[in-house]
């Protein structure tokens, strides 16, 4: 991707952009992400995306000329959009921002929304990693999910993906389904190796409030999985997936190589980087400040069509919520980084009083510079977090 600005622009902060795409052909009965089913004022939405960017630019002129290393396009399902309603967006992309040669661009996938001919489209505008939402190799489990896709499908959006030439493609898949076995999943997982995608993410069905599979199970008509049913089954793919070559550097992330790691989440989970977000319910975080966008499409294009970014709210958490943002970040990906720790918090988290326990129940892995979860700390993360939530006040 050619940016726009000259590299001898003053390149002030490094920053991280998401995109979220209000829009899907279907619900699915488990998702609470925000997105509809009507598409009739995509284009609109499109326009009132790109002129977000501009208030962005108008309300945070520190923003222009920033590095972007990473770029999210989100949903809702981005792989409704157009090849020429993505060029739109990235062209306002160009304009305002100086984009890293070493880039990540990631657009998610439905593979029921996909071509040949979009896909390579995608990437002649500079996309290079593709998220394919495919949960599941089995028909029974794709349909009770409300899915649009079949496992047919799944797979030739991926040979569609490796045919326009992206190098960096990963594959969510969905475990702890209710009834599901060990075998369906490995029959799944075994599915999702023979793509020899770079990178797998393997996430665990959580019940969301409002979601018609809350109502199912609220209803009784639906029975989740036993925690210990769903640890089983974390721990299987887990296994599986390591002992296929990929290594995890998140509770629900899997990848091929360190280089294969998916950059912009990491950002997320980094807890002190910087990253802006545009469409509705996006969220970011951006001079210590956290604020999320309105979620009503409506209201969303309503507002930026008077002039007016379409913010819901903000907070700027205090240093005992950052302590706990950045363990909790730290802990479910690559680490906390101690001397950062120190510096920020005044706390040398190596000496509190839980991490011996917490080493010695094979919980945690302690370096010079790193804390970190073992594979088995992983499956309790929240509890290690709780347990080191309170700072302790301790003399060096
Ligand atoms: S396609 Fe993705 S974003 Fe859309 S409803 Fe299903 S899970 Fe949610």
Same mark, same amino acid.
């Given at each position: 991707?050619?940016?726009?600005? *000259?590299?001898?622009?003053?390149?002030?902060?490094?920053?991280?952009?998401?995109?979220? +795409?209000?829009?899907?052909? !279907?619900?699915?009965?488990?998702?609470?992400?925000?997105?509809?089913?009507? *598409?009739?004022? /995509?284009?609109?939405?499109?326009?009132?995306?790109?002129?977000?960017?501009?208030?962005?630019?108008?309300?945070?002129?520190?923003?222009?000329?920033?590095? =972007?290393?990473?770029?999210?396009?989100?949903?809702?399902?981005?792989?409704?959009?157009?090849?020429?309603?993505?060029?739109?967006?990235?062209? *306002?992309?160009?304009?305002? &921002?100086?984009?890293? %040669?070493?880039?990540?661009?990631?657009?998610?996938?439905?593979?029921?929304?996909?071509?040949?001919?979009?896909?390579?489209?995608?990437?002649?505008?500079?996309?290079?990693?593709?998220? &394919?939402?495919?949960?599941?190799?089995?028909?029974?489990?794709?349909?009770?999910?409300?899915? +649009?896709? #079949?496992?047919?499908?799944?797979?030739?959006?991926?040979?569609?993906?490796?045919?326009?030439?992206? %190098?960096?493609?990963?594959?969510?898949?969905?475990?702890?389904?209710?009834? *599901?076995?060990?075998?369906?999943? /490995?029959? @799944?997982?075994? /599915?999702?190796? @023979?793509?020899? #995608?770079?990178? +797998?993410?393997?996430?665990?069905?959580? =019940?969301?409030?409002?979601?018609?599979?809350?109502?199912?199970? !609220?209803?009784?008509? =639906?029975?989740?999985?036993?925690?210990?049913?769903? @640890?089983?089954?974390?721990?299987?793919? /887990?296994? #599986?997936?390591?002992?296929?070559?990929?290594?995890?550097?998140?509770?629900?992330?899997?990848?091929?190589?360190?280089?294969?790691?998916?950059?912009?989440?990491?950002?997320?989970?980094?807890?002190?980087?910087?990253?802006?977000?545009?469409?509705?319910?996006?969220?970011?975080?951006?001079?210590?400040?956290?604020?999320?966008?309105?979620?009503?499409?409506?209201?969303?294009?309503?507002?930026?069509?008077?002039?007016?970014?379409?913010?819901?709210?903000?907070?700027?958490?205090?240093?005992?919520?950052?302590?706990?943002?950045?363990?909790?970040?730290?802990?479910?990906?690559?680490?906390? %980084?101690?001397?950062?720790?120190?510096?920020? &918090?005044?706390?040398?988290?190596?000496?509190?009083?839980?991490?011996?326990?917490?080493?010695?129940?094979?919980?945690?892995?302690? %370096?010079?510079? =790193?804390? !970190?979860?073992? @594979?088995?700390?992983?499956?309790?993360?929240?509890? +290690?977090?709780?347990?080191?939530? #309170?700072?302790?006040?301790?003399?060096?």
């Amino acid at each position: 991707m050619e940016p726009s600005l *000259q590299s001898g622009a003053l390149i002030l902060r490094n920053v991280s952009l998401y995109f979220h +795409i209000p829009f899907c052909e !279907k619900k699915c009965i488990y998702c609470d992400f925000y997105s509809i089913e009507d *598409q009739s004022s /995509q284009s609109r939405f499109v326009d009132a995306i790109c002129a977000e960017v501009d208030l962005k630019i108008r309300a945070y002129p520190e923003l222009y000329g920033a590095n =972007v290393e990473t770029i999210f396009f989100g949903g809702g399902t981005p792989s409704l959009l157009t090849p020429e309603e993505l060029g739109k967006i990235i062209s *306002q992309i160009k304009k305002y &921002f100086v984009i890293a %040669d070493d880039y990540e661009f990631t657009l998610e996938c439905n593979p029921g929304t996909v071509s040949f001919e979009k896909l390579l489209a995608y990437r002649a505008l500079g996309v290079n990693r593709l998220s &394919f939402g495919v949960q599941s190799f089995h028909e029974d489990e794709l349909l009770w999910l409300s899915r +649009i896709h #079949t496992a047919d499908e799944a797979r030739l959006a991926v040979a569609y993906a490796r045919e326009a030439g992206f %190098d960096n493609v990963n594959i969510d898949l969905m475990f702890s389904l209710p009834n *599901q076995t060990k075998e369906k999943l /490995q029959y @799944s997982i075994e /599915q999702a190796l @023979s793509l020899g #995608t770079e990178h +797998i993410s393997a996430y665990n069905l959580t =019940v969301e409030e409002g979601t018609p599979l809350n109502r199912m199970v !609220k209803l009784q008509q =639906v029975h989740e999985l036993s925690v210990d049913d769903a @640890s089983v089954l974390f721990e299987y793919a /887990q296994t #599986t997936l390591i002992g296929s070559g990929y290594f995890q550097y998140e509770i629900s992330n899997y990848a091929r190589s360190a280089e294969l790691k998916c950059k912009h989440n990491l950002v997320y989970w980094d807890g002190y980087k910087e990253y802006v977000s545009f469409g509705p319910s996006a969220h970011e975080f951006f001079n210590g400040e956290r604020s999320w966008n309105i979620s009503s499409l409506d209201s969303y294009l309503d507002r930026v069509h008077s002039g007016k970014l379409p913010r819901n709210n903000s907070e700027h958490p205090n240093e005992s919520e950052r302590r706990t943002e950045v363990l909790f970040c730290g802990l479910r990906s690559t680490g906390v %980084d101690r001397n950062q720790f120190l510096n920020n &918090f005044g706390e040398e988290l190596g000496l509190h009083s839980e991490i011996k326990p917490l080493i010695a129940e094979g919980l945690l892995k302690v %370096d010079a510079d =790193v804390i !970190k979860l073992t @594979s088995k700390g992983y499956r309790f993360c929240d509890a +290690i977090v709780i347990r080191l939530m #309170t700072p302790e006040l301790i003399s060096l």
